[in-house]
């Protein structure tokens, strides 16, 4: 019986009809979701918090059913419900005015034990824990928003039904929440129901997204289509045109079926539109009397029908334009780079291959393009109102946001090219970096001939320097944006070939993994490459900061079937200011991809530094061993190792896949050995107790000691004998390298 709750759908609503007196407001509606997170959207008065409440118990219903992991819920009380594991967030935040912040989440917490605590929320909203003593009448609106979405968290629920959850919020706790629906989505212990009025939220969180009419699900549309398309969110959700929506609901098979028989002669004259609740209902409402519902009536004239025609038309050529053939992006900021970006645009076109013509200015001034700047725009958690300021930097890093969103929504890209300076480079390089490792990616910019580190990062971003800047078209600048265009639409075609061939061989392709690698390490990496080519493809990342960056890259991407992080010396240059750090985000992708790994502590006995003379002052009694007169080794205390194997340990506890962590009892790297010049038992031992007092050891995590140095044939042939089994229980998530 367990077996069968466990698989039944997170909610599931068949047919529910509810009335406020006469007014019929919910009139059938049907609803599923499986798991994850799935939006609500509508316009005010159609129904979405009436469906909330209804489901929740709090208004009757007239029909259907509501039913919570297969458990029937229609006629229980909410306290019933709440008891089966439903959480709600109210519409309007419903809080005890005489209650504080902390008593409001001590009295739910106690309903349910799982990962939500009060301390994980002071933790989520910083602002809460400052707050905590003030009761619910004494916060902001925000305030109030984030406590009533903390006191259903708390509840730890099955189902958490969440109504306008960004009302009143500050834009960077928007995000916040956005990213925390989205971490709820994936961790598949808890499903969500958002209604949300922000539409770059609902379309973020979840992968579809219900459209609701006056009281009925209408549609269930991509969240990708929605995002992308304006017209269509005008038509549906925006103050426009509404009179022909109920007849769009099932236009494609109505028209295939109905194809060979005749149609009837459309109206050419003045159309009159009714509508029967003119006012939004109360459960006190009568039915409106036939006068008040014809003075309400409007007309729709023969030149509305046009337009409605041309907005169809225009919908259909985006959703042409975001599906089908693959297509490449010319990006830039057209209303200063218009010439230089519609002449890359036309070479690759004159190529045969599909373009559009990506406007991310931030001036507010409209450009013909494919995709203008107010429609990126629409990415950002604020909207336009969030990219389009007086503050231009501010203005470029929303719109750089914006269009990373907006881009990681796109599934047919081929290529993508940019041409402008440093500010341009800066608005559409974290959106390349965003994009698998394989798809061309090209920026010519005057910024190309120095550090391009901030800008290309962990990714395969070609850069080519401009020469001249890039204003205006003239001899040089016309060769160099032709070479660059050309250059790419080269790459294109070479990989989109190479995409049409590669089906004959697909299968003698073998799953990639990484592993991370350096100089003090690298007998192990060979004979681990080894022992294991037959079966994988092995790619192996130097770490060096970036390297550990390409590498969680392409698992982020889905291209990495497992990973064998050996080497993780990057923490060292993070925590203690080497020049080869990782960022804050090492182990990010392993924690959200789940991918079966297998870590150790590789060369985490030493700080990279440059020459000598760059050492800090601070570092100049250390114990140091100098590798080249470029790089010099500095050899870590026992209180760094300690504060190592914390950090460590800490991200090891979030990765939710299967994990084994090598401990080598002699030595950590090729100086970390008996007669060696960094051996030094006593900081070895302080990074495996630390390790082991933090990591919490299941079935699935587990730290593994070794008696061998981590260059001992011994040590590898175990690290071998470990991957091998994770990855053939894991062989549903092997990917191909593309």
Same mark, same amino acid.
């Given at each position: 019986?367990?077996?069968?709750?466990?698989?039944?759908?997170?909610?599931?609503?068949?047919?529910?009809?509810?009335?406020?007196?006469?007014?019929?407001?919910?009139?059938?509606?049907?609803?599923?979701?499986?798991s994850?997170?799935?939006?609500?959207?509508?316009?005010?008065?159609?129904?979405?918090?009436?469906?909330?409440?209804?489901?929740?118990?709090?208004?009757?219903?007239?029909?259907?059913?509501?039913r919570?992991?297969?458990?029937?819920?229609?006629?229980?009380?909410?306290?019933?419900?709440?008891?089966?594991?439903?959480?709600?967030?109210?519409?309007?935040?419903?809080?005890?005015?005489?209650?504080?912040?902390?008593?409001?989440?001590?009295?739910?917490?106690?309903m349910?034990?799982?990962?939500?605590?009060?301390?994980?929320?002071?933790?989520?909203?910083?602002r809460?824990?400052?707050?905590?003593?003030?009761?619910?009448?004494? $916060?902001s609106?925000?305030?109030?928003?984030?406590?009533?979405?903390?006191?259903? $968290?708390?509840?730890?629920?099955h189902?958490?039904?969440?109504?306008?959850?960004?009302?009143?919020?500050?834009?960077?706790?928007?995000?916040?929440?956005?990213?925390?629906l989205?971490?709820?989505?994936?961790?598949?212990?808890?499903?969500?129901?958002v209604?949300?009025q922000?539409?770059?939220?609902a379309?973020?969180?979840?992968?579809?997204?219900?459209?609701?009419?006056?009281g009925?699900?209408?549609?269930?549309?991509?969240s990708?289509?929605?995002?992308?398309?304006?017209?269509?969110?005008?038509r549906?959700?925006?103050?426009?045109?509404?009179s022909?929506?109920?007849?769009?609901?099932?236009?494609?098979?109505?028209?295939?079926?109905?194809?060979?028989a005749?149609?009837?002669?459309?109206?050419?004259?003045?159309?009159?539109?009714? #509508?029967?609740?003119?006012?939004?209902? @109360?459960?006190?409402?009568?039915?409106?009397?036939i006068?008040?519902?014809?003075?309400?009536?409007?007309?729709?004239?023969?030149?509305?029908?046009?337009?409605?025609?041309?907005a169809?038309?225009?919908?259909?050529s985006?959703?042409?334009?975001?599906?089908?053939?693959?297509?490449?992006?010319?990006?830039?900021?057209?209303?200063?780079?218009?010439?230089?970006?519609r002449?890359?645009?036309? #070479?690759?076109?004159?190529?045969?291959?599909r373009?559009?013509?990506?406007?991310?200015s931030?001036?507010?001034?409209?450009?013909?393009?494919?995709?203008?700047?107010q429609?990126?725009?629409?990415?950002?958690?604020?909207?336009?109102?969030?990219?389009?300021?007086?503050?231009?930097?501010a203005?470029?890093?929303?719109?750089?946001?914006?269009?990373?969103?907006?881009?990681?929504?796109?599934?047919?890209?081929?290529?993508?090219?940019?041409?402008?300076?440093?500010?341009?480079?800066?608005?559409?390089?974290p959106?390349?970096?965003?994009?698998? #490792?394989?798809?061309?990616?090209l #920026?010519?910019?005057?910024?190309?001939?120095?550090?391009?580190?901030?800008?290309?990062g962990?990714?395969?971003?070609?850069?080519?320097?401009?020469?001249?800047?890039?204003?205006?078209?003239?001899?040089?600048?016309?060769? =160099?944006?032709?070479?660059?265009?050309?250059?790419?639409?080269?790459?294109?075609?070479a990989?989109?070939?190479?995409?049409?061939?590669?089906?004959?061989?697909?299968?003698?392709?073998?799953?990639a !993994?990484?592993?991370?690698?350096?100089g003090?390490?690298?007998?192990?990496?060979?004979?681990?490459?080894?022992d294991?080519?037959?079966?994988?493809?092995?790619?192996?990342?130097?770490? @060096?900061?970036?390297?550990?960056? /390409?590498?969680?890259k392409l698992?982020?991407?889905?291209?990495?079937?497992?990973v064998?992080?050996?080497?993780? @010396?990057?923490?060292?240059d993070?925590?203690?200011?080497g020049?080869?750090?990782?960022?804050?985000?090492?182990?990010?992708?392993?924690?959200?991809?789940?991918?079966?790994?297998?870590?150790?502590?590789?060369?985490?006995?030493?700080?990279?530094?440059g020459?000598?003379?760059?050492?800090?002052?601070?570092?100049?009694?250390?114990?140091?061993?100098v590798h080249?007169?470029?790089?010099?080794?500095m050899?870590?205390?026992?209180?760094?190792?300690?504060?190592?194997?914390?950090?460590?340990?800490?991200?090891?506890?979030q990765m939710?896949?299967?994990?084994?962590?090598?401990?080598?009892?002699?030595?950590v790297?090729?100086?970390?050995?008996?007669?060696?010049?960094?051996?030094?038992?006593d900081a070895?031992?302080?990074?495996f107790?630390?390790?082991?007092?933090? =990591?919490?050891?299941?079935?699935?995590?587990?730290? !593994?000691r070794?008696?061998?140095?981590?260059?001992?044939?011994?040590?590898?042939?175990?690290?071998? /004998?470990?991957?091998?089994?994770?990855?053939?229980?894991?062989?549903?998530?092997?990917?191909?390298?593309?």
């Amino acid at each position: 019986m367990s077996d069968v709750r466990r698989s039944a759908p997170a909610l599931e609503v068949r047919g529910l009809d509810v009335y406020y007196g006469r007014s019929h407001a919910l009139q059938g509606v049907d609803l599923t979701l499986e798991s994850g997170v799935f939006s609500v959207v509508g316009r005010n008065g159609m129904g979405k918090t009436t469906l909330c409440k209804a489901i929740m118990g709090l208004v009757r219903t007239s029909g259907g059913s509501v039913r919570i992991r297969g458990e029937e819920a229609t006629g229980l009380s909410p306290a019933r419900i709440a008891r089966l594991g439903v959480g709600y967030v109210p519409q309007g935040r419903r809080l005890w005015r005489s209650l504080s912040v902390d008593e409001h989440l001590r009295l739910a917490a106690g309903m349910r034990r799982g990962p939500w605590t009060t301390d994980r929320i002071y933790e989520t909203f910083p602002r809460l824990a400052e707050r905590k003593d003030h009761g619910g009448s004494q $916060l902001s609106g925000g305030e109030q928003q984030m406590l009533a979405i903390s006191r259903a $968290l708390v509840t730890n629920p099955h189902l958490l039904i969440m109504d306008e959850p960004t009302e009143g919020l500050a834009p960077v706790i928007v995000t916040q929440v956005e990213e925390m629906l989205v971490r709820l989505g994936e961790d598949g212990d808890m499903s969500v129901l958002v209604i949300e009025q922000n539409i770059g939220v609902a379309t973020a969180v979840s992968g579809n997204v219900a459209i609701m009419v006056n009281g009925r699900v209408n549609r269930i549309i991509e969240s990708a289509r929605l995002a992308a398309d304006r017209d269509l969110q005008q038509r549906l959700l925006g103050v426009g045109l509404h009179s022909d929506l109920e007849s769009d609901v099932e236009a494609g098979p109505a028209e295939a079926d109905t194809a060979g028989a005749p149609q009837p002669a459309r109206n050419k004259g003045p159309v009159r539109i009714f #509508i029967s609740n003119p006012t939004l209902p @109360t459960r006190w409402s009568q039915p409106v009397p036939i006068a008040r519902i014809e003075a309400a009536a409007r007309t729709v004239s023969v030149g509305v029908t046009r337009l409605e025609e041309v907005a169809q038309r225009r919908r259909e050529s985006v959703t042409t334009q975001t599906s089908g053939p693959p297509v490449v992006l010319v990006v830039g900021t057209l209303d200063t780079k218009g010439a230089e970006l519609r002449f890359i645009r036309d #070479i690759i076109a004159g190529s045969g291959l599909r373009t559009r013509l990506i406007d991310v200015s931030t001036s507010g001034k409209a450009s013909a393009c494919d995709v203008s700047a107010q429609e990126i725009a629409l990415n950002h958690g604020r909207g336009g109102s969030g990219v389009f300021g007086a503050d231009r930097g501010a203005s470029v890093t929303a719109m750089a946001d914006a269009f990373a969103r907006w881009l990681r929504r796109q599934d047919n890209i081929a290529g993508i090219i940019s041409a402008g300076g440093s500010g341009g480079a800066s608005l559409v390089a974290p959106g390349m970096r965003s994009l698998p #490792i394989g798809v061309p990616k090209l #920026i010519v910019s005057s910024v190309a001939s120095g550090d391009v580190g901030p800008y290309v990062g962990p990714a395969d971003i070609t850069m080519m320097y401009s020469v001249t800047d890039v204003q205006g078209l003239n001899s040089i600048s016309r060769a =160099v944006l032709a070479n660059g265009a050309n250059a790419l639409a080269g790459m294109v075609k070479a990989r989109l070939d190479d995409r049409t061939a590669k089906p004959r061989d697909a299968g003698a392709s073998l799953p990639a !993994i990484g592993i991370t690698m350096f100089g003090v390490t690298t007998p192990a990496v060979q004979k681990i490459a080894a022992d294991l080519r037959d079966e994988f493809e092995c790619l192996v990342f130097h770490a @060096t900061g970036v390297g550990g960056r /390409s590498m969680e890259k392409l698992v982020d991407s889905g291209q990495l079937a497992g990973v064998i992080d050996l080497t993780t @010396t990057e923490v060292c240059d993070l925590l203690m200011g080497g020049v080869f750090p990782a960022t804050d985000d090492r182990f990010g992708a392993v924690i959200r991809g789940r991918v079966p790994y297998v870590g150790s502590v590789g060369a985490l006995d030493m700080v990279n530094f440059g020459a000598p003379d760059t050492i800090p002052e601070r570092y100049r009694q250390r114990k140091f061993h100098v590798h080249n007169p470029q790089v010099t080794l500095m050899r870590t205390t026992p209180e760094e190792n300690e504060r190592m194997g914390q950090w460590i340990g800490e991200r090891l506890n979030q990765m939710d896949g299967r994990v084994r962590f090598f401990l080598p009892e002699g030595g950590v790297s090729a100086l970390d050995a008996p007669g060696q010049p960094f051996w030094d038992a006593d900081a070895d031992a302080a990074l495996f107790r630390a390790l082991e007092r933090t =990591v919490r050891q299941t079935a699935n995590r587990q730290l !593994i000691r070794i008696r061998n140095n981590i260059n001992d044939p011994e040590f590898a042939a175990a690290v071998v /004998s470990a991957f091998r089994p994770l990855l053939g229980r894991a062989g549903g998530r092997r990917r191909m390298v593309r």
